[in-house]
């Protein structure tokens, strides 16, 4: 005769096959998550895109002739065509990016010492064409600035004299660091989500739905003890919360590996052994997602009503990776004591190839594993209590 | 053998039970009746050990089910009343699930076990279909399948025949009949008189939270002084009036 399977791996394996039968609930379990790195391939897609874009930006300068030196100047950064006859009609039927026009009066002004002008023709809606004005007045205040103090030299008064103030500034940040906390806030945001919504129909089947469809009761008559059921219902629901993390992780890491992104100033590490760091530091979140929902459900009644509880407070753990994608903030050891704020932080210094020392990565790991720990024993208590 | 010695249970203000005691025999089957409300299925559920009694003990067999309730629970098998599949497992499944939950080893015995119940409860094939689209009648099969499967020694029906057609119900009570024939304690509760009559070898007739009168048919037909089971009904539990509100 073999031996009896303990109870909770027979209720883990129940719940598992249970679960993957649910093809429907499996289907809109997996979809959301994956989104996340549909959205991330995207955005990252479109960064890299206009960081191309910039190199062939085209000026349409009308009356070349009458500025040499200027449209010297501007050829370092852009390349210059001449401008059809009716270019201003042409930039409104959005023809034409970008025109510069120098009038016939330029030289002469500019003789006589009179401030000469350009004029610079764009649609302002467009953001696309931002960078060529930006760089056409970068170029026409350097030029006039040049001018000015030929003029000022010419007439024996030191040019320094016009500069009262300047600014000279000074960026710490590695250029990959301001990118990497943007695209780590919000891989991290689609991560979490994952983590907490792909065991979600699970949990919800395996506790409420029991409930629900009169089951709960003869499960709690079988000779296997409380904890087992808890700790066998905890790991099928880990199982798919952990599986949908893989799978956004690794599914995100593709577009970002595949495209260019450090031309568009974002250095990003992406090797296998990152990746395995990432989804370490995610483990324990999905054990606390798990426990943290089971809990939940448990002490609903029915389907609909824990589903209600749980996608409203599974907004909780999405909020640091809301607010750290609008405005990134600097790491702190406190909030390592956080589930899901410590694997957010965790995971935006992993993908920017920051270091974080042990002592935080191993009290992540631990925080949340205690909060897990607490929410199964306040399960298996509550199931104590049942009347 | 079951047994209940005193057992109470109040829910806040609502007495649920206020004293039952009686006894269950092996080989025999035992009636528990009452009207809605009287305290059955709380009684039941002290006896599983779901429920903490207020005063009073419950035994299954030598076992107190609040001290020793796994080993209580092995030697007890339930149906409670209205027991939900899984609809998504099939019947085997479901039944193989619960077997193993109760400690017994998935292997080819099992197997062998569940189709034995399969053939005794007239299942056939359905055993292998998903329990999704069970009828009544094969849903409360397999659901006395899978509280069986582990071989308990005691076994309580909360209304077996509950919404059974007339072949299920027959086929039901020659299950019952053999169960108890084996020399198992079979403990059920019941709205229908004549299937109670046909069926017990004692009765237990719970109303209001107390044990009004138990005993052979005969012996209760006699205390009550009317000719059937039903007249006796009637008469006993009118003695004590409505039952609580609320009270399950």
């Known amino acids: ?387 | 053998m079951l047994r209940a010695e005193g057992l109470a249970r109040r829910f806040g203000k609502v007495v649920a039970v206020e004293s039952v005691s009686f006894e269950a025999h092996d080989g025999q089957i035992t009636g528990l009746i009452g009207p809605n409300g009287a305290g059955k299925t709380t009684s039941l559920r002290m006896i599983y050990g779901l429920v903490r009694p207020d005063a009073g003990r419950a035994w299954v067999d030598q076992l107190d089910p609040n001290a020793a309730p796994l080993e209580a629970r092995r030697r007890l098998g339930v149906l409670p009343d209205s027991p939900g599949l899984y609809a998504r497992l099939t019947g085997r499944e479901n039944i193989r699930y619960f077997a193993e939950l109760n400690g017994i080893a998935n292997d080819a015995a099992l197997n062998e076990r569940i189709d034995a119940l399969a053939h005794t409860l007239d299942l056939g094939r359905v055993i292998d279909r998903p329990a999704g689209g069970y009828s009544q009648g094969e849903r409360m099969k397999v659901a006395i399948a899978r509280a069986i499967v582990h071989d308990p020694p005691n076994i309580v029906l909360d209304e077996p025949t509950n919404g059974l057609d007339v072949m299920s119900t027959r086929a039901m009570r020659d299950a019952i009949r053999a169960l108890a024939a084996e020399g198992r304690c079979v403990l059920f509760t019941s709205h229908q008189m004549a299937e109670v009559g046909t069926l017990c070898d004692r009765l237990v007739i719970i109303g209001q939270g107390r044990v009004i009168a138990q005993g052979t048919l005969a012996e209760v037909i006699a205390q009550a002084g009317v000719q059937s089971l039903e007249d006796a009904f009637v008469a006993l539990v009118g003695h004590v009036g409505e039952p609580t509100e609320g009270a399950q």
């Not at chain 1, 000469?116 to 302002?124: K, Q, T």
């Not at chain 1, 568009?264 to 997602?289: C, D, E, Q």
């Not at chain 1, 410590?342 to 002592?359: D, F, K, V, W, Y």
Request: glycine share 6%; proline share 6%; aromatic share 6%.
């Open chain 1, 1 to 387: 005769m073999s031996r009896p399977t303990p109870p909770s791996l027979v209720v883990f394996k129940k719940e598992l096959i249970d679960g993957v039968r649910d093809l429907r609930s499996l289907f809109s379990a997996f979809f959301f998550p994956l989104l996340g790195p549909l959205t991330v391939g995207l955005v990252a897609f479109n960064i890299e895109k206009m960081s191309n874009d910039q190199e062939v930006e085209t000026l349409y300068v009308e009356g070349a002739e009458r500025a040499p030196a200027l449209i010297q100047r501007l050829e370092r950064d852009l390349e210059i065509k001449p401008a059809p006859a009716d270019a201003e009609q042409k930039v409104r039927a959005g023809e034409l990016s970008v025109v510069l026009r120098v009038p016939e009066d330029f030289q002469a002004r500019a003789a006589r010492g009179e401030p000469a002008v350009v004029e610079l023709i764009s649609d302002g809606s467009k953001q696309e064409h931002r960078g060529v004005t930006a760089d056409v007045e970068e170029a026409v205040n350097e030029h006039s600035a040049e001018l000015g103090v030929m003029r000022l030299l010419a007439r024996g008064v030191d040019p320094a004299l016009m500069r009262a103030v300047s600014i000279d500034s000074v960026d710490v940040a590695p250029p990959e660091r301001r990118g990497g906390d943007i695209v780590g806030a919000v891989v991290g945001l689609f991560v979490i989500i994952s983590a907490f919504f792909c065991n979600l129909y699970l949990v919800i089947d395996a506790t409420a739905a029991e409930r629900e469809r009169r089951s709960w009761e003869p499960l709690l008559l079988t000779a296997a003890p409380r904890g087992a059921l808890v700790l066998g219902k905890w790991m099928a629901g880990l199982t798919f919360g952990f599986a949908g993390v893989i799978a956004t992780v690794v599914l995100t890491m593709v577009p970002l590996a595949w495209l260019d992104l450090e031309r568009a100033g974002i250095r990003l590490l992406i090797t296998p052994g990152a990746v395995m760091t990432i989804l370490a530091h995610l483990l324990p979140l999905a054990a606390f997602a798990s426990a943290a929902q089971l809990l939940l459900a448990s002490l609903t009644r029915s389907f609909k009503e824990a589903q209600t509880y749980l996608s409203l407070t599974m907004f909780v753990p999405m909020i640091p990776g809301m607010w750290m994608s609008i405005d990134p903030v600097p790491a702190a050891p406190w909030m390592m004591a956080v589930p899901a704020l410590a694997q957010q932080m965790l995971l935006t210094r992993a993908i920017s190839g920051e270091a974080t020392p042990i002592s935080w990565q191993l009290g992540a790991a631990a925080s949340s594993l205690a909060c897990t720990a607490l929410a199964l024993w306040g399960m298996r208590w509550g199931m104590g209590r049942e009347q």
